[in-house]
């Protein structure tokens, strides 16, 4: 079966079937007149609100930004508390280079954390990049994936479950699958696609 055109489906239940990438989505919206604020998952139940009852439900209001901090240029120091206008910028990459050497990185963990402790100092980052850091080398550790990330999760399920085959393989497998019904999940019958 293959996948129909996003402006053929006719039902949410249909629409949910498959894998579509936010680029499609958006121009779908655009094409239709649907607001395509937010993350892929809001614009997709946006999407099946309209197939399903021919509106949108009314869309919950954004936290207003009350911050005038500028993350980008601002100096930054151990006290520096952490702002509603927090940005993972290449100021404070420098920053926390500065201060726990260059192997930083930002995390999903650590963005995470950014955005969730307002009122928190860059110490307190600091502090939590240490912990996830020690988490890490930790034999059984993984992070976690975000339910958006799909592609994530199918990479890690396919290799887990194959350990003797490469990324280009799960690739492989990945868009193939991702063109089916249901498509964004690992199975091990995905193997046989590509033998197709």
């Known amino acids: 079966m ?31 007149g649907i607001s395509y604020a937010g993350s892929k998952f809001e614009i997709q ?46 100021n404070v990459r420098r920053f926390f280079q500065h201060h726990v050497g260059k192997s930083f990185h930002f995390s999903i963990d650590l963005m995470k954390f950014m955005k969730e402790n307002v009122g928190k100092t860059l110490q307190d980052g600091i502090d939590e990049w240490h912990r996830i850091n ?36 799960a690739m492989q497998c990945w868009k193939l699958k991702k063109a089916l019904p249901h498509g964004a999940k690992y199975e091990k019958s995905d193997l046989e696609l590509s033998k197709d």
Not at 52 to 68: F, R
Request: with cysteine; proline share 4%; net charge positive.
């Open 45 to 90: 139940d946006r999407i099946a609100d309209v197939l399903e009852n021919g509106q949108t439900s009314p869309q919950k209001a954004k936290a207003k930004i009350t911050s005038k901090f500028d993350w980008h240029k601002a100096p930054l120091s151990l006290e520096t508390k952490i702002t509603d206008s927090y940005k993972n910028s290449q």
């Open 2 to 32: 293959n996948r129909p055109q996003l402006t053929d489906i006719q039902s949410a239940t249909e629409f949910r079937k498959w894998y579509w990438l936010k680029e499609e989505l958006v121009a779908f919206c655009k094409l239709m």
């Open 134 to 169: 020690q988490l890490q080398k930790e034999k059984n550790y993984k992070t976690k994936i975000p339910a958006h990330n799909q592609y994530n999760q199918y990479m890690r399920d396919f290799l887990a479950d194959n350990p003797d085959k490469t990324r280009q393989e």
